[in-house]
């Protein structure tokens, strides 16, 4: 277990690591925005549920193979930045007066696969810089002669996970109070949604690039 001194330089980054725009948090700002607060903390939700995939997998070190391999983060890299330009251009070429179509199973499908919370934890299971977050900050923190190390692993996880969902769910409520508002006009919605997409996309491109 981390020593007091070390328990006070955790918390510290694990707060920076929370409030630090990255994909989840601004993927939480543009859903709530185009959305409202419940499309908002659907997201965070999901945010927090792709990160704990993360928490496990650092736990197992599976994250070490992103580590240490070019091959497996620049496909993962890719596939997340490929993730977020789909998001953007379907946030703005998505009809919001659309009908349901025909085929009930294929309606639904759709639905699930445009739901914020599946899209959350996809977002942030797509980036690679969570798990890389995980296994570059966690192992100074792990002392395997006082405690199992994949115990310690999954508590100090946690406890960052925990902050992030924190400063997400704070970003969905101010922000989807504000959509909210914004809705009420066809006009800001037409820009809004347009705006949501244009990050997504751009977020998308930072992430393709990013070292």
Not at 93 to 101: F, M, Q, T, V
Request: charged share 10%; glycine share 12%.
């Amino acid at each position: 277990m981390p020593t007091s001194a070390e328990w006070l330089i955790f918390l510290g980054t694990a707060t920076l690591f929370a409030v630090t725009p990255g994909p989840g948090i601004l993927y939480v700002l543009a859903r709530s925005l185009r959305g409202g607060r419940g499309e908002g903390l659907r997201s965070a939700l999901g945010n927090g549920i792709g990160a704990s995939m993360h928490v496990v997998a650092a736990a197992l070190g599976l994250s070490a193979l992103l580590a240490t391999s070019t091959v497996a983060f620049t496909i993962v890299k890719f596939a997340g930045a490929a993730y977020l330009v789909f998001l953007g251009l379907h946030a703005i070429l998505k009809r919001h007066d659309e009908g349901p179509s025909a085929g009930g199973d294929a309606t639904a499908a759709r639905r699930w696969a445009s739901s914020p919370l599946v899209q959350g934890i996809l977002t942030e299971l797509l980036n690679p810089k969570t798990a890389l977050y995980f296994m570059a900050l966690l192992p100074h923190f792990v002392h395997p002669e006082t405690a199992p190390a994949p115990l310690v692993f999954l508590l100090l996880g946690l406890i960052a996970l925990g902050m992030t969902v924190l400063a997400d769910l704070a970003v969905a409520l101010f922000a989807g109070t504000l959509g909210a508002r914004l809705l009420a006009s066809p006009r800001w919605r037409i820009r809004q949604r347009v705006a949501s997409g244009l990050t997504m996309i751009g977020l998308g491109g930072f992430v393709a690039v990013a070292e």
